[in-house]
């Protein structure tokens, strides 16, 4: 494929629009009736400046007048602007950590954005006109959803995870099979959380087949927890074994010793329909006889950031009264979201889930997303798209290695590589997310929130030709 090379900043400077051009415009113009000519000139000065530097330093080789043109705006009209905003998810990724995982439903956007602005019952008991508890207000939807007997939330599973074992084993023994002394990711590695939570970690079986004996034979008088962690997005396969959770829960009441495990994803109900084999749930494992589970909020439960833990309400009494829990205690508005999305599926099931749609969508529908985004950029000059079977993934390290069929546009740009052209699609506003994969760009619908995404995506590959 024929490449250009990148233009000099130079070349690229020159194209920076004049303050006077600016002015011009037609959005511009509005502003400067509503704000006054000053404060947009100003403005104008500030973002070309910016823009300037940015493209001398080699951060920026392109110019979109229309996302300069917001920015003026947004600044004349004294409206901030934010580091944090949104972005267009092409990858196909679902829950993707950088991305920031699950997307809340509207309704628990809405009711946390409800409990945030005002005062709230978050520790008042209204009834009886005294202090209440936070973990009362989600307690209960566990209880209807899951039959749970207690339910804690703390900020999320990691902090879940470090709570739990500090308080069932701090100085005693917790055993792990070779299997799952797993890193998640971000730094979260089982044998350090269990070194930070005071517990000495006895490790049991082979890397890849640990038998119910294994761990027999190392519960001593000093075990206080055997842990049972899903690998997350590390995946064995060949000559493994494992065995039942419901094996590991009669040796350990036989024993004495709590079962504990970290479901990492935590879905609340079996995704095999949708083609995720190996995803354990929260339902069968509390059936099982787990004593205490821990997952997080923002996987595949679709809400916010939050760790829950279930299960035995003497252990739970026990976590609750660890002083670790004042510094892990969820805010508000997590609490408000996830509130909001266990009551949705509650009221209206899995369906009502961002996260779980994207997943359930059938490739049929993604397909047809496709064919229309395609066919409504096929008169592009510079743009070629094709549409191709690929996989979605859930992400999140849920059922690692498993795709989700799905439609994918395959984009390529005649004056650009498919790095360069991803990173034009980077620095469009709203920043659209792509994968790249032998020279072509790869979008992925299943993740792209409805319509108002799709036109953006239309809008930058037509700005992009220009
Ligand atoms: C994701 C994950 C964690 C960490 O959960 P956070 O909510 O990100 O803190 C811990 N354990 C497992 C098995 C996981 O998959």
């Known amino acids: 494929m024929e490449r250009t090379e990148p233009a000099p900043s130079g070349a690229i400077l020159r194209r920076i629009p004049s303050i006077e051009l600016l002015l011009e415009r ?25 823009l300037r530097a940015a493209i001398t330093r080699g951060d920026r080789s392109d110019i979109n007048l229309e996302s300069l043109e917001r ?65 009362i207000h989600v307690e209960q939807l566990f209880e209807e959803l899951l039959g749970a007997p207690r339910a804690l939330v703390v900020n999320n599973n990691a902090a879940a995870v470090l709570i739990a074992l500090n308080t069932l084993a701090d100085g005693a023994e917790v055993i792990v099979s070779r299997g799952e002394l797993v890193e998640i990711g971000g730094a979260f590695r089982i044998p350090d959380v269990c070194a930070k939570s005071g517990a000495l970690l006895r490790e049991v079986g082979t890397t890849n087949r640990t038998r119910i004996g294994d761990y027999q034979t190392a519960i001593n008088e000093r075990t206080r927890v055997m842990l049972r962690v899903h690998p997350s997005n590390f995946r064995m396969e060949g000559f493994t074994e494992r065995p039942q959770l419901a094996e590991m829960a009669a040796l350990a009441r036989e024993r004495k010793v709590a079962l504990m495990e970290d479901l990492g994803s935590g879905s609340l109900e079996s995704l095999s329909r949708y083609g995720l084999h190996d995803e354990p749930n929260v339902a069968e494992s509390l059936k099982a006889g787990v004593d205490v589970l821990t997952f997080s909020g923002d996987k595949l439960l679709g809400g916010p950031q939050a760790g829950v833990i279930l299960g035995r309400p003497d252990m739970l009494t026990a976590i609750r009264k660890n002083p670790l829990f004042r510094a892990l205690r969820p805010g508000k508005i997590a609490l408000a979201a996830l509130e909001a999305t266990l009551a949705l599926y509650i009221r209206e099931g899995a369906e009502a889930i961002p996260a779980l749609r994207m997943i359930q969508t059938p490739n049929a529908k993604i397909a047809e997303r496709a064919q229309r985004l395609a066919s409504s950029v096929t008169g592009f000059a510079e743009i070629t798209v094709t549409v191709k079977d690929g996989f979605s993934v ?38 659209i997310i792509a994968r790249v994969e032998d020279e072509n760009v790869l979008l992925d619908l299943r993740t792209v929130l409805k319509s108002e995404q799709e036109e953006q995506i239309v809008r930058a590959l037509e700005r992009l030709c220009r």
Do not use: C
């Open 26 to 50: 037609p959005a511009l113009r509005d502003t400067a009736l509503r704000v006054g000519r000053r404060r947009v000139v100003a403005a104008a000065r500030a973002v070309t400046s910016d």
């Open 71 to 135: 920015q003026i705006a947004a600044i004349a009209s004294g409206e901030p602007s934010y580091s944090l905003r949104p972005v267009v998810n092409a990858t196909g990724v679902i829950l993707h950590t950088n991305l920031g995982r699950a997307p809340l439903a509207i309704e628990a956007a809405r009711h946390a954005a409800e409990i945030a602005a005002t005062y709230s019952n978050l520790e008042y008991d209204t009834d009886a006109g005294e202090r209440g508890k936070r973990d």
């Open 394 to 431: 859930a992400g999140g390290g849920s059922s690692p290695g498993q795709g989700i069929a799905t439609t994918l546009i395959a984009a390529v740009h005649r004056r650009m590589s498919a790095q360069e052209f991803a990173r034009a699609l980077r620095l469009n506003d709203p920043p």
